[in-house]
């Protein structure tokens, strides 16, 4: 007799009188008949079934009722957030992307048959990112998103092979030749910007801001740093990190940290090696040393220190940053350091912070900005770490001035 794994589906016995014992093994809630009960075909039968199962991640097979789009969208949303993980098992950004996408395709088509999603309606639901205000590579990319639900729906044999094959015929959005807006695209924020901006932050926040300007690093590298990450033995230290953008490519991610760096990042390291560098809870505590500092009443009057703060808060400050908090905590410091004039209304005052707000990722085009304008494109793309030079252009802008400065004397 068969037995597998504790929690592998069984491989069992209909009795029957008349026709014999029947094997069978039921996977989510369908039994698949497997031929006479105990003999060589019945349990090859049965091992095949069981590898199929198992290589879908343990999604059940297609029903005989057709599959609605609802139902797909939630077998594929259970693969999306196992598939796509860091090493660490924290869900990469693709989980939020295929959400947003995935969120609209559901709100137009739940009870459409997945076989009966064509091309036409994939364009509606592209039509409704356009409506939304999405500019137009988010749309290609959501849409990309929405034909990886179809192709792994085709893969595990939930839909027929057509309908994937149909969805591939839409194209992408061409620049000019449509309504949906372009994206500015990131640019370097000017140092002067930043400056004015790390008065209003922590020394904790202005930390890892200062130390993302000197070494490039992605606004995650910064959030995720240890010391027992940290390689210290050289002039110049390095970085490498647990998990980063690129790992699922099989590559080696080193940040290189130099002498200005490693100014910043020293009164900041732990004795622990293996709490993170840079901590919500510890940014909580300067803020609110900085604001005792700036108190006026005097301390026999009025609130005692920490007398106000709830005992059970909802939200206490976690041991490390995210790269949403860490951008959040930007966006507030934006705030303080450009306050909206008066008279504004509620819409203009939205414009207003908008146009004075900057994000991490921007440090990181200046750094590469910086590097190619003084030692080329091929030290960019080191020290950002691309494995090609054309990613590296995106990031790091073109020196306009030395390129007329050339045509000047050559032309």
């Known amino acids: ?20 014992d029947r094997a ?20 090859e039968a049965y091992h095949r079934l069981l590898t199929e199962w198992t290589a879908s991640h343990a999604q059940p097979p297609a029903g005989p009722e057709p599959l609605a789009i609802v139902e797909l969208v939630s077998r594929f949303w259970a693969h999306v957030k196992h598939h796509y993980q860091h090493a660490d098992g924290t869900p990469t950004s693709e989980v939020a992307n295929h959400q947003q996408a995935l969120r609209l395709l559901k709100a137009l088509y739940a009870d459409t048959k997945a076989a009966d999603f064509g091309p036409l309606k994939l364009k509606a639901v592209r039509q409704a990112m356009v409506d939304k205000g999405w500019c137009r590579d988010t749309v290609n990319k959501a849409v990309g998103r929405l034909r990886n639900a179809f192709r792994w729906a085709t893969e595990n044999e939930l839909i027929p ?14 620049r000019g030749r449509t309504d949906a807006r372009e994206s500015g695209g990131v640019k370097a924020v000017p140092d002067e910007i930043v400056d004015a901006t790390l008065a209003h932050l922590t020394p904790t926040l202005a930390a890892m801001v200062q130390l993302e300007r000197l070494t490039g690093m992605r606004p995650g590298e910064v959030c995720a740093l240890r010391t027992c990450d940290l390689n210290m033995a050289a002039g110049v230290w390095t970085y490498t990190p647990e998990s980063h953008k690129t790992e699922h490519h099989g590559r080696r991610r080193t940040v290189f940290v130099g002498p200005k760096a490693q100014e910043v990042l020293r009164p900041c390291l732990s004795h622990d090696l293996e709490a993170y560098v840079f901590s919500p809870a510890r940014s909580t505590s300067e803020r609110r040393a900085a604001k005792h500092e700036a108190r006026k009443t005097p301390l026999n009057r009025g609130n005692m220190p920490g007398s106000n703060r709830k005992r059970s808060p909802d939200r206490a400050p976690g041991d490390r940053y995210v790269t949403a908090s860490y951008r959040a905590a930007i966006a507030y410091a934006c705030k303080q350091a450009w306050p909206a004039p008066d008279g504004l209304d509620a819409e203009e005052r939205k414009l207003w912070h908008v146009e004075h707000l900057w994000t991490p990722n921007q440090l990181r085009h200046g750094f590469g900005t910086t590097v190619r304008r003084e030692h080329g494109l091929e030290a ?7 494995a090609r030079a054309d990613v590296t252009q995106i990031y790091a802008e073109r020196d306009v001035a030395k390129a007329i400065g050339i045509a000047m004397s050559v032309g």
């Open 1 to 20: 007799m068969i037995r597998g794994q504790p929690n592998e589906p069984k491989y069992r016995r209909q009795k029957s009188r008349t026709r014999g």
């Open 24 to 43: 069978f093994v039921k996977l989510n809630g369908v039994r698949h008949y497997l031929g006479a009960y105990g003999s060589p075909e019945s349990q």
């Open 161 to 174: 092979p057509s309908v994937y094959h149909g969805l591939q015929a839409v194209a992408g959005l061409k």
């Open 380 to 386: 960019a793309q080191v020290l950002l770490g691309h």
